[in-house]
């Protein structure tokens, strides 16, 4: 029980165990409010940022709002201290496939535990594992990418989840001094409902800004719904009216509608007339999520039209080169000509059917390198000759022939492709060497998965021309609808670089993006024809070799090595006649016992009886 326990035993609480141990009120103890901003914000606008620049603390900002805040602070937007234009440097975040950043070593994702260091020479920025292990334990101080040195006092921390300090929005020099470098502009953009809506869609955009249009006001007069819906409001009160008119009903024309007012007169309402047919030519617009490739008259096809119309030059004036693959045999398949004339009055009679002439498609097995020039730079890329030669062998003898030189890409949305090779510029025009269209290419092995896929643009199954996309960003729902041929392997910053170029309000880029050339340097069908010109050219020896009696290359070798063979086969014609005299003019006992040697007794060749024997026996 212990000494004095009854005293202890309390049946109750005293006022200092209820505060300190149990439920009771502790004081205030809430500290100030914490509110981080995120590594990929403006730290002046609270927005993602798309061109970053930071500090020498690591505060990060977009360009387009540092530079005016510095202009006329000369401050520094966090902690209040001087800053000048000088003092900024431009960062270079990478991005993977689903355009995450990340460390361009590491491939890791940055997240908001993640320690990102940036180096002030380069603007390159990785994470901090990459660094300590790859560059300040070995004591190798270069850059993991542009293998420019540095110094410790160059790394730059933009986010250390061990050290919040400088962090909190609340804490902000202009944040809590209400610094606004533009108030007046900001004011006029604000008013904009548009300024508040971030990454949206192409399609929602359009949407929006079709709310504010003629279009959409005449729409809302008419009660709303959509064309649809109208068409069905007014066919019922045609129908009312109608059912009106054979009751006999007494109304007031006046307070008729117009489609009922029509309809009772014997006419019909103008607004329930279809609209009329126009054969427009318009080439599709892909959104960021949807893409209409069954659309007619997009790229890669020519435009319908009669059959007596001049034909539009797809190509510019440029010539089309041939395929390498110039081979050809005859296929399983006939023309069908006989049957034609036979089940048809109209067909001239035909009593043969002759085969189809099928081209021999080359088919390497290994990929294809070649680098495009264009005005922003150079693009490395990979092309997949080994899973679809057809489209590669397009693409090469295209390339390699000059029909790219000096066309544009005349198609760039952002967050989703850029598209070019069309010599017009409109995205109506483009040939392939093997015609104007031909059969797509796919293969599971072969998707829409990450930045730099290139891939055949076309209108529809099987309508493959000359231009081609390049992906920003992955977009699987292009998978099997297009042939993916090859990937960008160098010069993702080039692809950058196209991606901010900005754009019409047709996609076309505003900042014209050329092709200046394409040097090729793994071409795998000009080494199959090599190879396969080498081979006819060692058959075709070996042919004369045999014309000329000289089946194997060792006969011609048999005098030098074995001559004896070749006196004992030799005629007495030729050179035969005087190797058969060489032993008689030696005279040595070798050459009498060899002449004195019988010759072995030749074998009785066997006889096989024909017939079935003599049975007198039996």
């Known amino acids: ?27 205030d103890r809430r500290g100030p409010s914490f509110k981080r901003l995120p590594f990929t914000h403006c730290a002046i606008s609270f927005q993602p940022f798309e061109d970053p620049v930071c500090t020498a603390d690591g505060v990060c900002m977009d360009i387009v709002n540092a530079v005016p805040y510095i202009q006329k602070f000369h401050r520094h937007p966090v902690t209040g201290q001087p800053l000048e234009l000088k003092d900024l440097i431009r960062l270079n975040f990478h991005k993977n496939a689903d355009g995450e950043y990340h460390c361009p070593v590491l491939n890791k994702v940055f997240t908001e535990h993640t320690h990102i260091v940036a180096i002030k020479t380069t603007g390159n920025v990785y994470c901090w594992e990459a660094l300590e292990e790859l560059c300040l334990k070995p004591k190798n101080l270069r850059d993991l990418l542009t293998d420019e040195p540095f ?103 006046g307070g008729q509608p117009a489609a009922a007012t029509a309809a009772a007169a014997g006419g019909s309402d103008p607004r329930l ?62 023309t069908g000509a006989a049957s034609r004339a036979f089940t048809s009055t109209a067909m001239a009679p035909a009593t043969k059917n002759e085969r189809t002439v099928r081209v021999i498609q080359l088919e390497p097995k290994a990929k294809g390198y070649m680098r495009l020039h264009t005005s922003l730079g150079d693009l490395n890329l990979e092309l997949h000759c080994d899973i679809c030669p057809r489209t590669c062998e397009n693409f090469m003898a295209l390339a390699d022939s000059g029909y790219y030189d000096d066309t544009v890409f005349h198609r760039s949305i952002k967050n989703f492709m850029i598209q070019g090779g069309d010599p017009t510029g409109t995205g109506r025009g483009g040939e392939s060497v093997w015609g104007p269209t031909f059969k797509d290419e796919l293969d599971s092995r072969l998707l829409h998965n990450g930045r730099g896929v290139l891939s055949m643009a076309n209108s529809g199954k099987d309508t493959n021309g000359s231009q081609f996309f390049i992906l920003y960003k992955s977009a699987h729902h292009l998978d099997y609808k297009h042939t993916v041929f090859g990937r960008v392997v160098g010069g993702f910053e080039v692809l950058t670089l196209m991606e901010k170029v900005p754009t019409d309000d047709e996609d076309r880029p505003l900042q014209e993006i050329r092709i200046t050339g394409a040097t090729v340097f793994v071409n795998p069908y000009k080494e199959l024809l090599e190879e396969e010109a080498k081979a006819e050219e060692a058959k075709r020896k070996q042919v004369e070799k045999e014309e000329q009696g000289y089946a194997n290359d060792d006969e011609f070798g048999r005098w030098w090595s074995n001559p004896a063979s070749a006196a004992g086969s030799g005629g007495g014609g030729g050179v035969g006649r005087y190797l058969s005299a060489a032993p008689k003019a030696g005279g040595g006992a070798a050459a009498g016992a060899a002449q004195a040697a019988p010759a072995p007794a030749a074998k009785k060749a066997k006889t096989t009886p024909s017939g079935y024997g003599n049975f007198d026996a039996w």
């Open 273 to 334: 007339r279809s609209a009329p047919r126009q054969d427009l030519n318009v080439s599709f617009r892909p959104g960021a999520a949807t893409w209409n490739t069954d659309e007619p008259g997009a790229p890669g096809t020519a435009p319908a039209g009669p059959s007596g119309q001049k034909k539009e030059d797809l190509s510019a004036g440029r010539k089309v080169p041939p395929p390498y693959s110039q081979k050809t045999e005859l296929s399983a398949t006939t």
């Open 151 to 253: 110094t410790r006092k160059d790394l730059i921390h933009i986010q250390d989840p061990l050290n919040l300090s400088g962090r909190n929005l609340a804490d902000f020099d202009h944040v809590k001094k209400e610094l606004v470098a533009d108030a007046e502009e900001r004011a006029a953009d604000e008013s904009d409902p548009m300024f508040y809506i971030r990454g949206a869609t192409e399609d929602t955009k359009r949407a929006l800004q079709a709310l504010n249009s003629k279009e959409a006001e005449e729409a809302f007069a008419a009660g709303g719904g959509g064309r649809k819906a109208q068409a069905e409001r007014m066919l019922a009160e045609a129908k009312a009216a109608a059912a009106a008119a054979a009751k006999g009903g007494a109304g007031k024309p």
């Open 1 to 27: 029980m212990g000494k004095k326990r009854a005293q202890k035993d309390r049946a109750y609480l005293t006022a200092t165990e209820w505060r300190e141990e149990h439920g009771g009120f502790k004081g």
